[in-house]
């Protein structure tokens, strides 16, 4: 009679194969315990919060959420709202200023950069350092050096030109572009690292074939190189379009939204609504917007770069 | 058709020198090859050739004009690369066309000139195509149609056939003796794989440690190596080396181990000195097992083990101190074991000096 | 020298000009706040914050550190500063050891549906934190520790969770298979193998992901505004409480000193650990 696991319940410590078998049962449910807190963590929070402040947005709620059904109420008061609209437009016009500004800037930095040898180090340092500051320092530190009483237009005039005027950051037409300043600063260190090293992957056989052709260096960049890292200049744009649609820190310590509500941005719509002006369901409709803008960035992206790994 | 010629060129990287006092002479509508080991300078004279490299004397001449300083692009010459070095997001039609329309070529040119490369190379039909849609003998294609739209005097190529399996390689090596013939243009071709050299060029330039060993016909190469290197890296199987010692006498004969071998016929560079001590060298199809040889030039082997290689089988044999190959007909193979006579045609030895390795 | 050697010679000139000229742009704003943080009250009254300090002092900092006033109290950024320390320390380690283990998860054992769990965290890393904000308060109030020093360490966790899972989750499916496979056969077990196999070679990510979360919830105002609750408010709200505050002369000397008090604990971090820093932003951006 041969003795085997499993006509021997007993002696299973035995034979090597079960034990095995039922162990990594065993130790794949540890794995699979492991995952649950963070599965309830963003199933509740992410996404059952999404839900509910979607919900709240189809309701007719006001100072507190009542859960009758309206439909697209909220969003026709909300796009009738003047602070809306500007705030809603003004997400775009600083989005696209400060995608162009930066990409342009952190792409230009991080060629200058594959072109020079020496003290990279020291520059890298220098350009990369905003990123570590805050946005309420950042916004605060542009505010002061924007500032027409104390910064730039004093600056100038105390230098002989006293008829200079730089004094956008208080003019609601031209307010919201002095956020574009702040943008561009912190964020270039990091378009520029990205594409530095983007720069650094591209096959150097394929410089040298340009070299031999005659082709310039500055046409190389445009014509040859850059458009091989499409992909990722299309990472970048998404991440500064994601960082516009979410800024709030940003707004309130450059310009606290203003003058009146002239550089207001959705994000601090949703929020000033939320807490300040308590209308929950005017915030959530917003709030809801700004999602739909993520998600009309993000999900082609994300769709696309899927679609290029999986070729 | 332009001649390329190279004096003098050095080129050190750091301490370490890559380049040492390069002569190269190359006639117009000459395939050269630089064939040599990994380090031993062949790329970086390549390159230095390009421009691609600077240099740290010397001069480089091509069609009779010093382009020593001159960039890459104003030397009139076209470049061949190992990994193809394709612009991935352009077109075939674009790859060949773009370095043309920067320099301002005109447009009637330059589709005359890319129709025409594209025919020769047989990629027409590859065109409108990326390069990562075409396979690596088509990539190979467009890289050496990109060379000849530019018209360039002299094409440089750089190990262009590695990255290809052994089945392509054979197709390519044809299809470059064939555009060398019809366009008859001067061609500088970096190699380790011997047999490419030998197939391809009308001159190899053999290299090693930043120097050139020999630089001729392959027949030359093969039949009256310079050098004990270029004795061994030239042909295979490769070479038979042994020790011996030249015996003074009228008739020239070298001494190794109990055989004498008779020297009628070879040219010595230098005056030979008797008692000197030399290595002889015999390709493996000039030694024979021994019929009717008188009994002091053959030599007493023991056989060792026979390698079939199909057309021939390659015996090897121990004699004295020394393991010979000696090519027979598989027949004959079959047949051999125990101690054999083995001879040598005496036309075909090498002499060289132990020491300088150079030929005698 | 040749004409091309020359031309390369100007060429060079002009880069690195460029790039000095770029360099100003991203120095000046700091140096500008540095000079004016130095500055004496009366040096400040009228002034451009273009001049240098004619007596360069730090009583500003003194003030800003203990004295300034917020409008609701005049305590200086000091409250803030333990605040933002004692919100820091259980916020980053937690959110870092949960998205350890969670990429250990994700990334070693074989999950049914990894894959869909990995692109529903990467959906949570871009949803604006405005749109689960109202949810959220209304959840923790319920629970009742709203506004209190637990809660907003738990928001940085939630927060925190979706990126940290997915750096660990890159990093973890870089190492060798064989690693687990052989501790398995050792008779190892998931958490045995996390803390003798996994931890020890995960030095540098572990540093890494600090920097990344350390920078994160130091630098962050929407949640700690929310969240937080008046006694615990970190020092990013102490910050622009006090620079807001328009009561009489704007004292820009301490609203300067302030901010760089602020900004300092971040920037000495990124000063000291360059490389990791770098690293942890561009992972933390290019996500996936």
């Not at chain 2, 009139?76 to 773009?98: D, E, H, W």
């Not at chain 2, 290595?279 to 024979?288: K, S």
């Not at chain 3, 549906?113 to 209304?138: E, T």
């Amino acid at each position: 009679m041969t003795i085997s696991g499993s006509r021997l319940p007993a002696a299973e410590g035995v034979s090597t194969a079960p034990r095995i078998g039922r162990a990594y049962r065993v130790r794949s449910l540890a794995a699979k315990l492991a995952l649950v807190p963070t599965l309830l963590v963003m199933l509740s929070c992410y996404y059952g919060s999404v839900t509910w402040t979607v919900y709240i947005s189809m309701t007719r709620s006001f100072l507190l959420p009542v859960y009758k059904f309206a439909g697209t109420a909220q969003y026709e008061r909300l796009f009738a709202t003047p602070r809306w609209q500007v705030a809603y437009g003004n997400m775009f016009v600083f989005g696209a200023l400060d995608i162009i500004g930066t990409l342009g800037l952190g792409i230009l930095l991080a060629i200058l950069l594959d072109r020079a040898v020496r003290f990279e180090g020291v520059f890298r340092t220098i350009m990369l350092y905003p990123l570590s500051i805050s946005f309420i320092v950042t916004g605060l530190t542009w505010q002061w050096v924007l500032s027409p009483t104390i910064g730039f237009q004093h600056l100038v005039r105390d230098l002989g030109w006293t008829d200079f005027v730089f004094d956008w950051i208080t003019q609601p037409d031209r307010a919201i572009y002095t956020l574009v300043f702040a943008g561009i600063w912190h964020q270039s260190g990091l378009i520029m690292a990205i594409m530095l090293a983007g720069l650094r992957g591209v096959d150097r056989e394929i410089w040298r074939a340009a070299r031999i052709e005659g082709i310039p260096t500055w046409r190389t960049y445009v014509s040859i190189i850059l458009p091989m890292l499409r992909p990722l200049i299309v990472t970048c744009v998404v991440l500064i379009a994601i960082a516009v649609v979410k800024s709030y820190d940003l707004v309130v310590a450059m310009t606290n939204g203003g003058p009146g509500f002239s550089s207001d941005l959705p994000g601090k719509f949703v929020v000033d609504f939320e807490f300040e002006r308590a209308n929950i369901g005017q915030a959530s409709a917003a709030a809801t917007v700004m999602l739909g803008s993520v998600l009309a960035i993000v999900s082609p992206y994300l769709y696309f770069e899927l679609a290029r790994k999986n070729r | 058709m332009s001649a390329v010629s190279v004096s003098g060129l050095s080129k050190s990287f750091g301490h370490l020198r890559v380049l040492k006092d390069i002569d190269l002479p190359i006639e117009a509508g000459d395939f050269t090859v630089l064939l040599g080991p990994s380090g031993c300078g062949k790329s970086t004279l390549l390159n230095a050739i390009a421009g691609l490299e600077d240099t740290d004397g010397g001069v480089i001449e091509i069609d009779g004009a010093d382009v020593t300083h001159r960039e890459p692009s104003k030397r009139g010459i076209a470049m061949v690369f190992q990994s193809y070095a394709l612009y991935p997001t352009m077109s075939v039609r674009k790859n060949l066309s773009f370095g043309l329309r920067v320099r301002s070529v005109p447009r009637q040119e330059v589709v005359r000139r890319v129709d025409w490369a594209a025919r020769l190379l047989q990629i027409d039909e590859l065109l409108d195509r990326k390069p990562s849609q075409l396979s690596g003998g088509q990539r190979q294609r467009v890289a050496i149609g990109r060379a000849l739209v530019q018209h360039a005097k002299v094409f440089l190529f750089d190990e262009p056939l590695s990255n290809l399996d052994a089945k392509l390689r054979t197709e390519m090596r044809v299809e470059l003796k064939r555009l060398h013939k019809e366009l008859g243009a001067t061609i500088i071709y970096v190699t380790h794989d011997q047999i490419e050299a030998m197939t391809l060029a009308t001159r190899i330039a053999v290299m090693r440690a930043g120097r050139i060993e020999q630089y001729a016909a392959p027949d030359d190469l093969y039949e009256a190596p310079a050098t004990l290197f270029v004795a061994s890296f030239v042909g295979s199987p490769a070479m038979n080396f042994m020790r011996g010692r030249l015996l003074a006498g009228n008739a020239p004969v070298v001494q190794v181990g109990s055989a004498h071998l008779p020297l009628n016929g070879y040219r010595f560079r230098t005056s030979p000195a008797p008692g000197q001590e030399v290595v002889v060298g015999i390709r493996p199809e000039h030694v024979e097992l021994a019929r009717d040889a008188p009994q002091e030039r053959i030599m007493d082997a023991e056989t060792l083990f026979m390698e079939p290689m199909g057309a021939d089988t390659l015996g090897w044999f121990q004699f004295g101190e020394h393991r010979l190959s000696a090519r027979l007909v598989p027949q004959v193979a079959r047949g051999v074991s125990g101690r054999v006579g083995l001879a040598v045609l005496s036309d075909h030895i090498s002499l060289f000096d132990p020491s300088s390795e150079a030929r005698l | 020298m040749t004409v091309a050697q020359r031309n390369a010679r100007i060429g060079r000139i002009g880069l690195y000009t460029l790039l000095v000229w770029i360099c100003l742009f991203f120095s000046i704003p700091l140096l500008v706040v540095i000079a004016t943080s130095l500055k004496s009250s009366d040096e400040v009254r009228t002034f451009s914050i273009f001049t240098l300090p004619s007596a360069p002092g730090i009583d500003a900092w003194i003030k800003a550190w203990s004295s300034a006033c917020t409008g609701l109290n005049c305590g200086g950024v000091r409250v803030g500063f333990w605040n933002s320390v004692r919100i820091l320390i259980p916020s980053v380690i937690i959110s870092v050891m949960a998205g350890a283990v969670t990429g250990y998860a994700l990334s070693h054992w074989r999950i049914r549906g990894a894959n869909v769990i990995m692109l529903l965290l990467l959906f949570c890393a871009f949803i604006p934190y405005q749109v689960i904000l109202y949810p959220l308060v209304k959840t923790f109030s319920t629970i009742g520790i709203y506004s209190s020093l637990p809660c907003i360490v738990a928001v940085h966790i939630v927060f925190g969770l979706p990126v940290m899972s997915l750096l660990f989750r890159n990093f973890y499916a870089g190492l060798p298979e064989e690693l687990v496979k052989a501790a398995r056969i050792d008779g190892a077990g998931f958490w045995r193998i996390f803390a003798f196999v996994m931890l020890p070679m995960s030095v540098n990510i572990l540093i890494v992901a600090t920097i990344l979360q350390t920078t994160g919830i130091w630098n962050d105002y929407l949640l700690g505004l929310i969240f937080a609750g008046r006694d615990n408010m970190p020092m990013t709200v102490q910050l622009n409480a006090i620079a807001t505050t328009s009561t009489g002369v704007i004292e820009y000397n301490v609203n300067t000193a302030a901010a760089l008090l602020t900004a300092l604990p971040p920037l000495l971090i990124y000063f000291v650990s360059g490389r990791y820093f770098v690293r942890g932003i561009t992972a933390g951006a290019v996500k996936g």
